[in-house]
């Protein structure tokens, strides 16, 4: 399975810019990189995704390393909502009779603490 | 939209009960995912439905654990006998096949407490 490694938690302020950091050293050329935030009693939400080149949604900024090793999730103004628990995933493509398909592994997560 | 719906949303059952977990993908949406989450294991896959037609259950217990999708509007996951250990938050997700990058969209999920 395709691995990632994040810090277990980060803390940070209201109003602050947060970088959340994901290693992924073994990545493949087609694996795309996916973001998803998880609140207590909520099923994950997605936040964004990538390939090789930065990209930006109302949500977030993912910065992508140049060799794909990383990326890092760029947070700006957080406020007490964006506290969550959140996954850095590689998309896996898995091959089967009706074509392309994929499913995520997901890891523990780093837990954001966001204080007033 | 009301996006994915999950029942019920707590469960409790005795030791060696049966628990039927039900879902109701988004509409349109032709693949489903369930998912098990715990404090220890994390987010485990479990298995997806394509079209309805099960495509992948590598990550099912060998015994005691089946999910079916009879139609494109309701999957269920059961467990017979169950175990403190099937303790957990059973999540279940859709997307829309064909893209290539199609968005997970998940459920609340179903709390199981086994006692």
């Known amino acids: 399975d395709a691995k990632t490694t994040q810090p277990d938690s980060m803390e940070s302020t209201e109003g602050e810019t947060v970088h959340l950091p994901c290693s992924h050293a073994t990545i493949s050329g087609n694996e795309y990189i996916y973001w998803y935030r998880q609140v207590p009693l909520q099923g994950p939400e997605y936040v964004t995704h990538g390939l090789q080149q930065n990209t930006t949604n109302s949500m977030a900024f993912l910065a992508i390393a140049s060799d794909r090793k990383s990326s890092t999730l760029i947070l700006t103004h957080v406020s007490l909502r964006d506290a969550a628990v959140y996954h850095c995933?590689?998309?896996?493509?898995?091959?089967?009779?009706?074509?392309?398909?994929?499913?995520?592994?997901f890891g523990k997560g780093t837990l954001l603490t966001v204080t007033p | 939209n009301a996006g994915v719906i999950q029942t019920p949303r707590h469960k409790v059952t005795g030791k060696g009960q049966e628990a039927t977990l039900w879902c109701e993908p988004i509409s349109g949406h032709s693949a489903v995912f369930w998912y098990r989450q715990t404090i220890v294991q994390g987010l485990e896959f479990l298995t997806y439905f394509r079209n309805q037609a099960p495509i992948d259950d590598s990550g099912m217990p060998k015994e005691r654990f089946s999910a079916q999708m009879p139609n494109q509007s309701h999957s269920t996951l059961k467990i017979q006998s169950t175990q403190p250990q099937d303790s957990a938050v059973y999540l279940c997700?859709?997307?829309?096949?064909?893209?290539?990058?199609?968005?997970?969209?998940f459920g609340a999920g179903t709390r199981l407490s086994v006692l």
């Open positions: 995933i590689l998309r896996v493509a898995v091959r089967d009779s009706g074509g392309s398909n994929y499913k995520l592994t």
């Open positions: 997700a859709s997307r829309w096949t064909g893209a290539s990058q199609n968005t997970l969209y």
